[in-house]
C-alpha cells in the first residue's frame, strides 16, 4: 500500500467521505497542493486531524508547537535564521535527543542541517502548518533564545560529532577535490539548488547539485572552518583553512561573497606536499630558457612576471629563486599570502589588516641588506616606485603584474606613475605567461593536422610536408577528458638597448610589441604555444582556448 493511500484511509476513519478525498485530490492537482494541504484549504477536516493523520502515516511523532512550551535551551540550539529559512522549530529535548516540528514528512532533510547547529542527534515530528508558522513568526520576531549568540553557536558547531552529517558533507568534498587534482572549489547558491563545481586543469567542471537548504550550513561550517565572522552575511570576506588528508597538509584559501541567492564561496587549494616544480618542469625550455637563466644571474634590476589569475605567476617566480638560492645570497620575500616555505630564504607575509602591505615591507627589506628582493605584485603607484630605486641601487626584484603580455607590462608601470626613464632603466626582463592542458599520455593520439589547423599554426603544407598532431581521446586516468595536467607557455622579452631607448621615448605597446620581436628575439605567447603543438604536447583547439589567437 502507497504512503498516499494510507493517508487517505486515515482521512476517511477521521470522517471524510469517497466524494470529500474525491474533491480533495481535483483541487490538490489543480493547485499543485498535497492532498492534506488541499484537506484543510477546503475546510473539510481541522489542521489538527489532518496532520494527526499526516504524522501517523509518515511513522512520526505529531506535535502542536501552539501548546508546546518552548524553552529557550532548545529554542536557542538552532540561530534564529535558520530556523526561519528553513521554516523548521525546535520543540523538545528528551534522552539527548532534539525534536524538531516540521510541517511536511519531506523535510525530514532539515534533522542533518541542524544537528550540525545543535551537535547532537535530531529527530522530527509533524506538525500543523498554521500553528508552526505562527510559533516561528513569534520566535523570529521576538528575538531571545533563537537569536544564539555567534561564539556559543560556534563552538557548538565546531565540537560537533566528527560524523555529523554537514561535517562529513565538507570533508568528502575537499577530499574528493584532491583526489580529482582540482585546484578550486566554487560554492554557488541559485533560487532551488546548490551547484558544487572543481577546477581541473583550469576548466570548471559539475561535482554535485545539493538542496538549496544544505546552502546555509554548509557556509556557516567553511566560515567557522576559515576563521571568519559567521554572522557576518553583507560583506566579502577571506580567510584560510589548514585542511590534512592522508597525511598530507592542504593550505586552503576561502573567499566568501555575498549573491543575489546567497554567498558564494570560492576555495582555493594548495598542496605544500607537491614540492617546488623547476623551470624546466613548468615547460620553459630552449633559447628563452637559457636566455632567462643568464638575464636572472644579473646583478640588480627588475624581473617581472605577468599574467591573469591563475597562470602560474608565482610558481614561475619560485622556481627562478630555487635556481639563486645559495648560501652567499641573501634573499628575502614579501608574498600575500606565503604560499610555500624554502629553505634559506627569508620569507614575510603581507598583512593589510594592520597595515603591512608590500610597500611597508619593500621598505624594511631594504634595510636588512638583501641581494635579491621578491615582491607579490605591485599593485600601486608607491610599491612600484619601491621596487624601482631598490632595482637602480643594486638589488635583483622580482615580482608580477596583471597584463595580458609582456609590453603591456611596462605601459602598466608607466600608468601606476613610474617615469619612463627610470622604467626603461630599471627593468631588465618580463615575461608573460599562461598555463595550457597537457594531452594525456595513455590515450593521445597523433594524426597529420588538416590544411585549417596548419593555417591557423600559420605554416604552409607546401612547404612543410605531413604534419601530425594531437588529438584528445579520452581514458579513465584523464576522467574522459583527453588531458592531464598542464604547463605553460611563454613571452619573454629581455630589454636591450633598442628596446630602452624606445621605452624612453614613450612609444606605444604595439610599437614595443614589433620592436621586441623583430629586435630582440621575443617568441610569442601563440608561438611558444605552436611548438608545443608539433611537439605533441597540446592541441591546436587548446592553444586557441588558451591564447584566443589565429
Given at each position: 500500500?502507497?504512503?498516499?493511500?494510507?493517508?487517505?484511509d486515515g482521512l476517511r476513519a477521521a470522517g471524510l467521505g469517497d466524494a470529500d478525498l474525491d474533491k480533495?485530490?481535483?483541487?490538490?492537482?489543480?493547485?499543485?497542493?498535497?492532498?492534506?494541504?488541499?484537506?484543510?484549504?477546503?475546510?473539510?477536516?481541522?489542521?489538527?486531524?489532518?496532520?494527526?493523520?499526516?504524522?501517523?502515516?509518515?511513522?512520526?511523532?505529531?506535535?502542536?508547537?501552539?501548546?508546546?512550551?518552548?524553552?529557550?535551551?532548545?529554542?536557542?540550539?538552532?540561530?534564529?535564521?535558520?530556523?526561519?529559512?528553513?521554516?523548521?522549530?525546535?520543540?523538545?529535548?528528551?534522552?539527548?535527543?532534539l525534536y524538531v516540528a516540521i510541517d511536511d514528512p519531506l523535510k525530514t532533510y532539515v534533522a542533518d542541517?541542524?544537528?550540525?547547529?545543535?551537535?547532537?542527534?535530531?529527530?522530527?515530528?509533524?506538525?500543523?502548518?498554521?500553528?508552526?508558522?505562527?510559533?516561528?513568526?513569534?520566535?523570529?520576531?521576538?528575538?531571545?533564545?533563537?537569536?544564539?549568540?555567534?561564539?556559543?553557536?560556534?563552538?557548538?558547531?565546531?565540537?560537533?560529532?566528527?560524523?555529523?552529517?554537514?561535517?562529513?558533507?565538507?570533508?568528502?568534498?575537499?577530499?574528493?577535490?584532491?583526489?580529482?587534482?582540482?585546484?578550486?572549489?566554487?560554492?554557488?547558491?541559485?533560487?532551488?539548488?546548490?551547484?558544487?563545481?572543481?577546477?581541473?586543469?583550469?576548466?570548471?567542471?559539475?561535482?554535485?547539485?545539493?538542496?538549496?537548504?544544505?546552502?546555509?550550513?554548509?557556509?556557516?561550517?567553511?566560515?567557522?572552518?576559515?576563521?571568519?565572522?559567521?554572522?557576518?552575511?553583507?560583506?566579502?570576506?577571506?580567510?584560510?583553512?589548514?585542511?590534512?588528508?592522508?597525511?598530507?597538509?592542504?593550505?586552503?584559501?576561502?573567499?566568501?561573497?555575498?549573491?543575489?541567492?546567497?554567498?558564494?564561496?570560492?576555495?582555493?587549494?594548495?598542496?605544500?606536499?607537491?614540492?617546488?616544480?623547476?623551470?624546466?618542469?613548468?615547460?620553459?625550455?630552449?633559447?628563452?630558457?637559457?636566455?632567462?637563466?643568464?638575464?636572472?644571474?644579473?646583478?640588480?634590476?627588475?624581473?617581472?612576471?605577468?599574467?591573469?589569475?591563475?597562470?602560474?605567476?608565482?610558481?614561475?617566480?619560485?622556481?627562478?629563486?630555487?635556481?639563486?638560492?645559495?648560501?652567499?645570497?641573501?634573499?628575502?620575500?614579501?608574498?600575500?599570502?606565503?604560499?610555500?616555505?624554502?629553505?634559506?630564504?627569508?620569507?614575510?607575509?603581507?598583512?593589510?589588516?594592520?597595515?603591512?602591505?608590500?610597500?611597508?615591507?619593500?621598505?624594511?627589506?631594504?634595510?636588512?641588506?638583501?641581494?635579491?628582493?621578491?615582491?607579490?605584485?605591485?599593485?600601486?603607484?608607491?610599491?612600484?616606485?619601491?621596487?624601482?630605486?631598490?632595482?637602480?641601487?643594486?638589488?635583483?626584484?622580482?615580482?608580477?603584474?596583471?597584463?595580458?603580455?609582456?609590453?603591456?607590462?611596462?605601459?602598466?608601470?608607466?600608468?601606476?606613475?613610474?617615469?619612463?626613464?627610470?622604467?626603461?632603466?630599471?627593468?631588465?626582463?618580463?615575461?608573460?605567461?599562461?598555463?595550457?592542458?597537457?594531452?594525456?599520455?595513455?590515450?593521445?593520439?597523433?594524426?597529420?593536422?588538416?590544411?585549417?589547423?596548419?593555417?591557423?599554426?600559420?605554416?604552409?603544407?607546401?612547404?612543410?610536408?605531413?604534419?601530425?598532431?594531437?588529438?584528445?581521446?579520452?581514458?579513465?586516468?584523464?576522467?574522459?577528458?583527453?588531458?592531464?595536467?598542464?604547463?605553460?607557455?611563454?613571452?619573454?622579452?629581455?630589454?636591450?638597448?633598442?628596446?630602452?631607448?624606445?621605452?624612453?621615448?614613450?612609444?606605444?605597446?604595439?610599437?614595443?610589441?614589433?620592436?621586441?620581436?623583430?629586435g630582440a628575439g621575443m617568441r610569442s605567447l601563440f608561438q611558444d604555444g605552436v611548438r608545443k603543438v608539433?611537439?605533441?604536447?597540446?592541441?591546436?583547439?587548446?592553444?586557441?582556448?588558451?591564447?584566443?589567437?589565429?
Open positions: 500500500m502507497t504512503a498516499r493511500q494510507t493517508l487517505e480533495a485530490r481535483s483541487y490538490a492537482s489543480s493547485k499543485g497542493a498535497t492532498l492534506e494541504r488541499a484537506v484543510v484549504a477546503l475546510g473539510m477536516l481541522d489542521e489538527d486531524r489532518v496532520y494527526r493523520c499526516v504524522a501517523k502515516t509518515a511513522g512520526l511523532p505529531f506535535v502542536d508547537p501552539g501548546k508546546a512550551k518552548l524553552e529557550d535551551d532548545v529554542v536557542g540550539r538552532v540561530p534564529r535564521d535558520q530556523i526561519e529559512q528553513s521554516g523548521a522549530l525546535p520543540v523538545l529535548i528528551r534522552d539527548g535527543v542541517n541542524f544537528a550540525f547547529f545543535a551537535g547532537c542527534d535530531v529527530r522530527c515530528a509533524i506538525a500543523p502548518p498554521g500553528r508552526l508558522k505562527e510559533a516561528i513568526r513569534r520566535i523570529v520576531a521576538g528575538g531571545g533564545a533563537a537569536a544564539t549568540p555567534r561564539g556559543k553557536a560556534d563552538a557548538r558547531a565546531d565540537s560537533g560529532d566528527p560524523d555529523a552529517p554537514i561535517i562529513r558533507l565538507v570533508e568528502e568534498t575537499i577530499s574528493r577535490a584532491i583526489e580529482e587534482r582540482a585546484s578550486d572549489i566554487h560554492i554557488e547558491p541559485y533560487e532551488h539548488r546548490v551547484r558544487v563545481r572543481f577546477r581541473v586543469d583550469g576548466v570548471l567542471r559539475d561535482h554535485e547539485s545539493l538542496d538549496r537548504a544544505l546552502h546555509g550550513p554548509l557556509t556557516s561550517r567553511l566560515k567557522i572552518m576559515a576563521s571568519m565572522d559567521i554572522a557576518e552575511r553583507r560583506k566579502p570576506q577571506d580567510g584560510r583553512i589548514d585542511f590534512r588528508r592522508g597525511g598530507r597538509a592542504i593550505d586552503i584559501r576561502a573567499s566568501v561573497l555575498p549573491s543575489s541567492h546567497g554567498e558564494t564561496v570560492v576555495m582555493r587549494l594548495l598542496d605544500k606536499d607537491q614540492g617546488l616544480r623547476s623551470l624546466e618542469a613548468l615547460g620553459f625550455e630552449g633559447e628563452d630558457r637559457r636566455r632567462f637563466s643568464e638575464t636572472i644571474k644579473r646583478p640588480n634590476g627588475i624581473v617581472l612576471v605577468t599574467g591573469p589569475t591563475g597562470s602560474g605567476k608565482t610558481t614561475t617566480l619560485y622556481a627562478a629563486l630555487r635556481e639563486l638560492n645559495r648560501p652567499d645570497v641573501k634573499i628575502i620575500t614579501a608574498e600575500d599570502p606565503v604560499e610555500f616555505n624554502i629553505a634559506g630564504i627569508n620569507q614575510c607575509q603581507a598583512r593589510s589588516a594592520i597595515g603591512l602591505d608590500f610597500a611597508r615591507i619593500l621598505r624594511a627589506m631594504l634595510r636588512q641588506a638583501p641581494n635579491i628582493i621578491l615582491v607579490g605584485e605591485i599593485r600601486d603607484r608607491e610599491t612600484a616606485e619601491i621596487a624601482v630605486q631598490a632595482a637602480l641601487t643594486g638589488h635583483l626584484v622580482f615580482s608580477t603584474l596583471h597584463t595580458n603580455d609582456a609590453p603591456s607590462a611596462i605601459t602598466r608601470l608607466v600608468d601606476m606613475g613610474v617615469k619612463p626613464f627610470l622604467a626603461s632603466a630599471a627593468v631588465q626582463a618580463v615575461m608573460a605567461q599562461r598555463l595550457i592542458r597537457v594531452l594525456c599520455t595513455e590515450c593521445r593520439r597523433l594524426e597529420p593536422a588538416t590544411e585549417s589547423e596548419l593555417r591557423t599554426l600559420g605554416l604552409d603544407a607546401a612547404k612543410t610536408g605531413a604534419i601530425e598532431v594531437g588529438r584528445a581521446v579520452g581514458c579513465p586516468r584523464c576522467e574522459g577528458t583527453g588531458f592531464r595536467g598542464r604547463i605553460g607557455i611563454f613571452e619573454l622579452m629581455i630589454l636591450n638597448p633598442t628596446l630602452r631607448e624606445a621605452i624612453f621615448g614613450g612609444t606605444s605597446t604595439e610599437s614595443l610589441r614589433n620592436l621586441a620581436i623583430t608539433l611537439d605533441g604536447v597540446t592541441t591546436v583547439d587548446e592553444l586557441l582556448r588558451v591564447t584566443a589567437s589565429g
